[in-house]
Structures are given as structure tokens and as C-alpha cells.
């Protein structure tokens, strides 16, 4: 299953909100992550089952979708949360999308 | 809390095998499912396998069946990953991921990572 984010970039402002899209090439039911990642870490884990924070993830992270679109919303972006996202599915062996880039405008 | 270090990274050359290890700490290693996933520049993440938390079962990624294989020493809180023949196709971070397991039921998403084991595969 074949995971395309986009957009590849975003440039914003802390504050601002972002939207981050992930598209799945068949159904994945609800089975979708998103994970963090900033250089030199590794991925964090944000999200699960499409909508579900992960343990000790602020509220202002929420994803939604079903079937093969989804979203990661941030309301209002920290400084701390500027970094890459990558969505993954687990309906068939793990794959992962190419990420989204979040950068400061 | 959770830990996951790994370690057997290097530079190695062309055609030589490759071991890594994943001690784990701050959790019941015997309950959950672990996994090996790598990051490639180019590739970008990828699923490499999956152990079972008795070791009975392994699962691995189309591409890379017959060419890897993950273990693990629940006595030893370690799980491992080997390669026979490497290309520098295989030149990546490899982590060790615990598996999101709620009760008996892996969800196969990866809720810890350990900090990566860099490999460079190069004559």
C-alpha cells in the first residue's frame, strides 16, 4: 500500500495551524499512524488508529480520516514542533508515506 | 521508563553479514512484539520484520524476506537482526521499535524507538 503526504513542504508561523494530508493508494480502514520526527531523532509516535494520541501528546495534535484520506491537524504550532511527519499503515505490512517537511516561515 | 539501544552499527564492506542488537529496558521485554525498521536517504523509513514476544513467529517485509532475519533472547531483554550478504543498498539508520501492543494484540505501530544504529556499507 502505497502512502502520498503532501503537501511535501509547509512554511508556517508558530501559532498558525497546520494541516498535513496523507493518501493511501487502497482502503486502510482506520489502521494509520503519524510519527514526528526531528534530525537526528528518532520518529516519535503521535497518533494511532487514525485519531488516537499516543501517550503524553498535547492536545493541540488531532488526526482524523478513514478508508484513504486522512489528516494531522496542529491548532497552533510551538516552536518544538517544527520537524518532519510521516503517516503509516498497518492494514497490510507496515509502510510508511514520504513525510512532510513543517518549517518556519 | 523505556529504553531501546542499539548497537553493531559501522562502516562495513560489500558482501560481509552484519548483527545488530537492541538491549531493552523499563518494560516487560516478554510481552511485546519488536520490530526493525530502517531510514535510508533516498528510501526514506521502511519495515524490515517483526518478532513475536515468545520469538515463535517472524514476519518480514516482501523485499527484504531471505535476506534478513530478527531474533530475540527474552532472557537477555535483546532482540537482534542479522544480514549475510550486505550491498550498499543496505546502507541506512536501523532502529529497534517496540510494537504498540494492547494486551496479547500487537497493533503494529511502533510506540518506542531506540536512538538508531548507522550503517555504512562501503569498500
Known amino acids: ?105 | 521508563q523505556v529504553q531501546l539501544v542499539e548497537s553493531g552499527g559501522g562502516v562495513v564492506q560489500p558482501g560481509r553479514s552484519l548483527r545488530l542488537s537492541c538491549a531493552a529496558s523499563g518494560f516487560t521485554f516478554s510481552d511485546s512484539a519488536m520490530h526493525w525498521l530502517r531510514q535510508a536517504p533516498v528510501k526514506g523509513l521502511e519495515w524490515v520484520a517483526v518478532i513475536s514476544p515468545d520469538g515463535r513467529s517472524q514476519y518480514y517485509a516482501d523485499s527484504m524476506k531471505g535476506q534478513f532475519t530478527i531474533s530475540r533472547d527474552n532472557s537477555k531483554n535483546t532482540v537482534y537482526l542479522q544480514k549475510k550478504t550486505l550491498t550498499t543498498e543496505d546502507t541506512a539508520v536501523y532502529y529497534c521499535a517496540r510494537d504498540l501492543t494492547f494486551g496479547t494484540m500487537a497493533q503494529g505501530y511502533f510506540d518506542s524507538w531506540g536512538q538508531g544504529a548507522v550503517v555504512t556499507v562501503s569498500s
Do not use: H, M
Not at chain 1, 511535501?8 to 482506520?30: E, I, K, N, Y
Not at chain 1, 520518529?43 to 493541540?60: D, E, F, H, M, V
Not at chain 1, 507496515?94 to 512532510?100: K, L, S, V, W
Open chain 1, 1 to 105: 500500500i502505497v502512502l502520498t503526504q503532501s503537501p511535501a513542504t509547509l512554511s508556517l508561523s508558530p501559532g498558525d495551524r497546520a494541516t498535513l494530508s496523507c493518501r493511501a493508494s487502497q482502503s486502510v480502514s482506520s489502521y494509520l499512524a503519524w510519527y514526528q520526527q526531528k534530525p537526528g531523532q528518532a520518529p516519535r509516535l503521535l497518533i494511532y488508529g487514525a485519531s488516537n494520541r499516543a501517550t503524553g501528546i498535547p492536545t493541540r495534535f488531532s488526526g482524523s480520516g478513514s478508508g484513504t484520506d486522512f489528516t494531522l491537524t496542529i491548532s497552533s504550532l510551538e516552536p518544538e514542533d517544527f520537524a518532519v511527519y510521516y503517516c503509516q499503515q498497518r492494514s497490510d505490512w507496515p509502510t510508511f508515506g514520504g513525510g512532510t517537511r513543517v518549517d518556519i516561515k
